[in-house]
Antibody, heavy 120, light 108 residues
């Protein structure tokens, strides 16, 4: 079974750094892009960026370029999303999702989500 | 940037009703249009890919159509378990991925 399992919920203070993870299993981790999607409380889905673990080629949405860093460690089939200095406005649910096997422009499956709360 | 609009933003329908959601792109995206279902507190789930293809395991009451700039998502007979928010999503090779604002569906 293809599965993405994300790290647990985080509570941080403004200015702190954070790195959340997304571990893939059940497929060739290096052969599919993995994307990150933000969902702020009560809001819609926003694409943040995408990485190809095979060669670490990374693309960012212009809205998130410079705000976050996406990386991957193919030796442990894990993708990461990190912040160097969190803001209260980073409070959101963050999902990772794999490139669709049939339709490469879709996301399937998705991780269960990681809730990030930034509050002083 | 390619902008995606969805309508309506919310709807309320009875069990058994036919429900239709539209998604419009600001420029031609061919058939690079996917539909997702997100139930409360859950991750999104892919239902329809490439505008009209039903993902494996998804009930046949769900369907999609369209190409270019105008797309339609239909639930032929609304069921209680279909209560969710539905999102369209497009891919553009130069700008990446964009989600529509979502349509919240509930039971009347």
């Amino acid at each position: 079974e293809v599965q993405l399992v994300q790290s647990g919920a985080e509570v941080k203070k403004p200015g702190e750094s954070l790195k959340i993870s997304c571990k893939g299993s059940g497929y060739s981790f290096t052969s599919y892009w993995i994307g990150w999607v933000r969902q702020m409380p009560g809001k819609g889905l926003e694409w943040m960026g995408i990485i190809y673990p095979g060669d670490s080629d990374t693309r960012y949405s212009p809205s998130f370029q410079g705000q976050v860093t996406i990386s991957a460690d193919k030796s442990i089939s894990t993708a990461y999303l990190q912040w160097s200095s969190l803001k209260a406005s980073d409070t959101a649910m963050y999902y990772c999702a794999r490139q669709g096997a049939v339709a490469g422009t879709s996301f399937d499956p998705w991780g269960q989500g990681t809730l990030v709360t930034v509050s002083s | 940037d390619i902008q995606m609009t969805q309508s309506p933003s919310s709807l309320s329908a009875s069990v058994g009703d036919r429900v239709t959601i539209t998604c419009q792109a600001s420029q031609d995206i061919s058939n690079y249009l996917n539909w997702y279902q997100q139930k409360p507190g859950k991750a999104p789930k892919l239902l329809i890919y490439d505008a009209s293809n039903l993902e494996t395991g998804v009930p046949s009451r769900f369907s999609g159509s369209g190409s270019g700039t105008d797309f339609t998502f239909t639930i032929s007979s609304l069921q209680p378990e279909d209560i969710a928010t539905y999102y369209c999503q497009q891919y553009d090779i130069s700008r990446g991925f964009t989600f529509g604002p979502g349509t919240k569906v509930d039971i009347k």
